[in-house]
Structure formats: C-alpha cells, structure tokens
C-alpha cells in the first residue's frame, strides 16, 4: 500500500533546469526523512539530497548550489529543484522516505525516473 512515485524527468541540454516530484501515499509523510538518490549507469547509487522533518537540508557536494530540495506536507510531496545541469548528472533519480524511531524502522524506495543531460 506504500507507494513512492517520481516524475519530472527528461531530456535536457546543459544548463538548463528540471524540477523532479515525488508522491508519497501509504505513509505519515510528515514522520519521514525525506530524500533524492541517482544511480549512473555503471555507478552505485549516491545520496543528492534530504530534507527532515523539521526541514534541515543536505546535499551531496556535487550539487550544492545547484539543486534544492523541498516537501509540502499538505501535499505528501518531495520536490528536487535541478538548475545548471551537467552531462555528469544524467543517471536515474530515486525517491526515499526514511523513519527510525519508537515506531519501529521503516525505508521506501520509488520506481525512479530518468534524468539525461545531453547535447
């Protein structure tokens, strides 16, 4: 009944901008570590971003001061702002919805949506 599903990506030309979205259903949104991971082909998979539940962000050093990321909790909605892109972030994008706490441990991962920067 979780469910994570991504959209947004596509083909683009350097320097130009993608906003990805990540619609989370099945789970208290606002309890969750929010958070954007690539996977390039040939790669392992990287943290991009997260974004807590008391809205404190990080961001992989590759993308900082490029990309930004933010949630509407009203919405159940993780969002991953892309400006300035390179051919070096062409990879598959994966939303993550992380809790640990007194409930217990609990991880999902979205389907992925693919992201290529290419002239």
């Known amino acids: 009944q979780v469910q994570l599903v991504e959209s947004g990506g596509g083909l683009v030309q350097p320097g130009e901008s993608l906003r990805l979205s990540c619609a989370a259903s099945?789970?208290?949104?606002?309890?969750?570590?929010m958070g954007w991971y690539r996977q390039a082909p040939g790669k392992q998979r990287e943290s991009v971003a997260d974004?807590?539940?008391?809205?404190?962000?990080n961001y992989a050093d590759s993308v900082k001061g490029r990309f930004t990321i933010s949630r509407d909790n009203a919405k159940n909605t993780v969002y991953l702002q892309m400006n300035s892109l390179k051919p070096e972030d062409t990879a598959v994008y994966y939303c993550?919805?992380?809790?640990?706490?007194?409930?217990?441990?609990?991880?999902?991962w979205g389907q992925g949506t693919q992201v290529t920067v290419s002239s």
């Open positions: 993550n919805a992380d809790y640990t706490g007194s409930l217990g441990e609990y991880d999902y």
């Open positions: 974004i807590t539940i008391g809205g404190t962000t």
């Open positions: 099945g789970i208290i949104f606002s309890i969750y570590t």
